[in-house]
Nanobody
Framework: QVQLVESGGGLVQAGGSLTLSCAAS????????MAWYRQTPGKQREVVAT???????RYADSVKGRFTISRDNAKNTVYLQMNSLKPEDTAVYYC???????????????WGQGTQVTVSS
C-alpha cells in the first residue's frame, strides 16, 4: 500500500513563496509520473505541474515561470516550489503519483490528502 503525505501549505502574502512537499511510503516498483493538482470550491481539480520518471516537466500556463516541480528519488519525495504567488493561486493542493506497485500489476494513481495554500492580497 502506497501512502502520500503532503506538507508545506499555509498562508502567505501576494508575491511570497511556499514550497510544498509530498513524500511517499510503501511499495513502489515503478514510478511513472508525479503531479501536483489544485482545487477551489465549486471547481474541478486542475493539474498544475507534472514530472515524469525521466524528469520531463510540464506546467499549466497559469503557473509557468513561477512554479517549479522537482523530485528527490532518494527521499521518494516530490516538491512544488511556488514563487510570486497570487491570490488566484489560493486552493487546496494535491499530489498524485502514478505507480506500478509490484511486478505484473497495472499502474494506479495515488493521491495525497491535500494541503491548503492561501494567498492574501
Amino acid at each position: 500500500q502506497v501512502q502520500l503525505v503532503e506538507s508545506g501549505g499555509g498562508l502567505v502574502q501576494a508575491g511570497g513563496s511556499l514550497t510544498l512537499s509530498c513524500a511517499a511510503s510503501g511499495s513502489i516498483f515503478n514510478l511513472l509520473v508525479m503531479a501536483w493538482y489544485r482545487q477551489t470550491p465549486g471547481k474541478q481539480r486542475e493539474v498544475v505541474a507534472t514530472i515524469t520518471s525521466g524528469s520531463s516537466t510540464r506546467y499549466a500556463d497559469s503557473v509557468k515561470g513561477r512554479f517549479t516541480i522537482s523530485r528527490d528519488n532518494a527521499k521518494n519525495t516530490v516538491y512544488l516550489q511556488m514563487n510570486s504567488l497570487k491570490p488566484e493561486d489560493t486552493a487546496v493542493y494535491y499530489c498524485k503519483w502514478t505507480i506500478v506497485a509490484s511486478p505484473g500489476t497495472y499502474e494506479s494513481d495515488y493521491w495525497g490528502q491535500g494541503t491548503q495554500v492561501t494567498v492574501s492580497s
